[in-house]
């Protein structure tokens, strides 16, 4: 059996962090701590503590010698024997193509096999693929992401083609790409869209095509751009269910709240930052659910019905 | 006395610093860290228990037989990765999957996103083009469940749950786990139930009060059956019921492209003539694939079966009729 689960994490952040100690650097208490995934504290704790570590006999000339200040930690003597990363271990194996599948990458893509050839013979990549999937579409979104990520970081403008879900519009944009982010395993990206000239927020998985154009732009200090929009600045709807109908939870519909009950049914109330966005959910409970305000959601729901109506009965027709 | 951390990372150093094996009791005089005056057993434990915990951080500890008694060295091809080449792109992307998902708490593994990712140096700060996202429900019993479940799985130990289905009953349910799988951001187990003797998928957002076997860990509680796939239970919402039927659902031309991301694989895809693309799926609620429709559109329309297209057509008059 092996050490107590705090033991066996502490020493396997410690073994992480050796191949990081160059000798002669001195490198930020907070940058090694992003590292390995843990705060600050606990990395200068590890630290002190390998700065007591070697090789027999443990004198001087063989221990880890660390000098460590408050922010960083010089490295006078590094470790010797493990001072290369070691091989991915199942667990990290998992975490990559979790991770990889969640934004975009298919099981299958060469960015993925080449990270797994980098697994410990104990780990079983064979294995992971045939008892682990995040579930994304042959041809899915990691190449937008990556392209997007380059972007991002090199501070160049894109030229996306977006579909808008609600509305079904498809529009050529350029954007400038401040910053990209996760939630419920969708990928968005906040960005700055020339066309607009406001901050949008794109969902990855609804840009068809994404170009780097070669033209470079300046992020704003203060952006703090961000998926979830402040929930408590927008209108609100109340939406009523059928008895028996499955709510949403917050998940689904963030910021929502269920009112006390109203004669038949439940009613809840849910922040919307476009009608169409809620009408298109609402419309999807097929009759379960009606929206009692405001009207220009009530509009949007009965519009979006009745043009799949149609489009049902011109295809039939 | 040293904290077992600092006499593991020393028993580590020591093995990958020898050229040849050495045994236990080479260790024990080493000056590792094993306490003075302990007994031969109990040091017999602690080095076994230390040698599994390198072994379970990626190390390849190797043993031999020698005259005398067993012998450890650190395999350098079984411990040390060889450098992974990299396109920029590619590094960006996985600088950025280190901000998205790591500092997410509703994504499952992040502490060992975190050193897998720490082990490819891809330099760089990393907080400067991507955030988890604030205002982030938290999720944290679903994705611990998700966690200690792909732990059983890898380890064959059998999992015990409480399970509250879509009809509000709560069962006990006791499970072998075989795999696990994410869709819009929710997992769902798959393993062989014992109460009903088939194999089921669960969602963890159901699940409460999830613990493992942790008798006799290291001998497995059951075997995967051989030619499992999780591939093969991942299904589609409208996939789930007791009365599978054959969809043909028609994407618009401008569309079609959406057909293949919204399909996650499932079913066959034609393009028509005129750009349109025609999906053909197998499905399993009539009602569950009507609500996909509508909350997937606009574009997307039933064309088989008629049932179908009948269903549909009917809820959206009551949709239309009641915001009227």
Redesign the interface.
């Known amino acids: 059996?092996?050490?107590r689960p705090g033991?066996?994490?502490?020493?396997?952040?410690?073994?992480?962090l050796l191949?990081?100690l160059h000798r002669g650097e001195t490198l930020s208490l907070a940058?090694l701590a992003?590292?390995?995934?843990c705060s600050t504290e606990e990395v200068a704790d590890d630290l002190m503590?390998?700065a007591?570590?070697?090789?027999?006999?443990?004198d001087p000339a063989n221990l880890i010698e660390l000098v460590i200040d408050e922010d960083t930690v010089s490295v006078i003597i590094e470790?010797?024997?493990?001072n290369?990363?070691?091989?991915?271990?199942?667990?990290?194996?998992?975490?990559?193509a979790?991770?990889?599948e969640?934004?975009g990458y298919a099981p299958e893509s060469d960015?993925l096999e080449?990270?797994l050839?980098?697994a410990?013979?104990?780990a079983a990549p064979d294995?992971l693929r045939?008892?682990?999937?995040?579930?994304?579409?042959?041809?899915?979104?990691?190449d937008i992401?990556?392209?997007l990520?380059?972007a991002?970081?090199?501070r160049e403008k894109v030229r996306i083609v977006y579909?808008t879900g609600s509305?079904?519009r498809?529009s050529a944009r350029v954007i400038h790409?401040?910053?990209?982010?996760?939630?419920?395993?969708?990928?968005?990206v906040a960005a700055f869209c020339e066309q607009a000239g406001a901050e949008r927020v794109f969902r990855l998985?609804r840009i068809?095509e994404a170009v780097a154009i070669g033209e470079h732009f300046e992020c704003p200090a203060n952006v703090a751009p961000?998926?979830?929009p402040d929930?408590s600045a927008l209108p609100v709807a109340r939406v009523r269910f059928a008895p028996g109908a499955?709510l949403p939870d917050?998940?689904d519909w963030?910021g929502m709240s269920v009112e006390a009950g109203e004669g038949e049914g439940t009613i809840v109330r849910v922040p919307y930052q476009g009608p169409h966005w809620l009408a298109?959910?609402v419309?999807?409970?097929?009759?379960e659910a009606?929206?009692l305000e405001p009207a220009e959601v009530?509009?949007a729901?009965?519009e979006?019905?009745?043009?799949?109506?149609q489009?049902?009965?011109d295809?039939?027709g | 006395m040293?904290?077992?951390?600092?006499r593991?990372?020393?028993l580590?150093?020591?093995l990958?610093?020898r050229r040849t094996c050495v045994t236990a009791a080479e260790c024990r005089v080493?000056?590792?860290g094993y306490p003075d005056g302990q007994d031969d057993a109990a040091f017999g434990r602690m080095f076994?228990?230390?040698k599994?915990?390198?072994?379970?951080?990626?190390?390849?500890i190797e043993m031999t037989h020698t005259a005398e008694g067993e012998a450890y060295r650190?395999d350098p091809l079984?411990?040390?990765?060889?450098p992974?080449?990299?396109s920029?792109?590619?590094i960006?992307?996985i600088?950025?999957?280190a901000a998205?998902?790591?500092d997410?708490p509703?994504?499952?593994?992040?502490?060992?996103?975190?050193?897998?990712?720490?082990?490819?140096?891809t330099g760089?700060?990393?907080?400067?083009?991507?955030?988890?996202?604030?205002?982030?429900?938290s999720?944290d019993g679903e994705t611990g469940a998700a966690a200690v479940l792909?732990?059983a799985?890898?380890v064959r130990k059998t999992a015990t749950f409480t399970y509250t289905n879509?009809g509000g009953a709560t069962k006990l349910r006791q499970v072998d786990p075989?795999?696990?799988?994410?869709?819009?951001?929710?997992w769902y187990l798959t393993g062989y139930d014992h109460p009903s003797g088939e194999v089921r998928t669960f969602a963890l957002s159901r699940m409460a009060d999830v613990s493992v076997n942790t008798a006799r860990?290291?001998t497995p509680d059951f075997e995967?059956p051989e030619n499992?796939?999780?591939?093969d239970h991942?299904r589609l919402p409208f996939q789930y019921g007791s009365a599978p039927f054959v969809a043909r659902l028609?994407f618009?031309p401008?569309?079609a492209?959406?057909a293949?991301?919204?399909?996650?694989?499932h079913g066959t895809i034609e393009t028509g003539e005129d750009g349109s693309a025609l999906w053909t799926v197998e499905a399993a609620s009539l009602?569950r694939l009507?609500?996909?429709?509508?909350?997937s559109?606009?574009?997307i329309?039933?064309?088989d079966p008629p049932e179908l297209?009948a269903s549909?057509?009917a809820?959206?008059?009551?949709?239309?009729a009641?915001?009227?």
């Open positions: 059996m092996a050490s033991t066996a994490e502490r020493t396997r952040r410690m073994l992480a191949p990081h940058w992003t590292l390995v995934g503590t390998l007591l570590c070697g090789l027999p006999p443990f470790p010797h024997g493990l290369r990363p070691v091989r991915f271990t199942h667990a990290e194996c998992r975490a990559l979790s991770a990889l969640e934004i960015l080449r990270l050839a980098s410990s013979p104990s294995e045939r008892t682990l999937l995040a579930a994304t579409a042959p041809g899915g979104t990691g992401f990556a392209t990520a380059e991002a970081e090199s579909h509305t079904g498809t790409p401040w910053e990209l982010s996760n939630r419920h395993g969708v990928s968005y998985d068809r961000g998926v979830v929930t499955t917050v998940y963030p298109r959910r419309a999807a409970y097929l009759g009606e929206v009530r509009v729901v009965r979006i019905a009745g043009s799949l109506l489009e049902i009965q295809g039939h | 040293p904290d077992a951390s600092e593991q990372v020393n580590a150093l020591y990958a610093s080493a000056g590792l076994e228990r230390d599994d915990t390198l072994r379970a951080i990626g190390l390849g650190i079984a411990t040390f990765a060889r992974i080449e990299l920029g792109a590619e960006a992307a600088r950025t999957i998205t998902l790591a997410d509703g994504f499952p593994f992040r502490d060992d996103l975190v050193l897998a990712l720490g082990k490819l140096e760089g700060e990393r907080d400067a083009v991507a955030s988890a996202g604030e205002a982030r429900v999720r792909a732990d799985i890898r879509a075989y795999g696990i799988h994410v869709r819009s951001g929710r860990p290291r995967r499992f796939d999780i591939r991942e028609r618009a401008a569309e492209w959406r293949p991301r919204l399909a996650l694989g009602e009507a609500e996909w429709i509508v909350d559109g606009p574009g329309v039933p064309v297209v549909l057509e809820h959206l008059r009551k949709v239309v009641i915001h009227g």
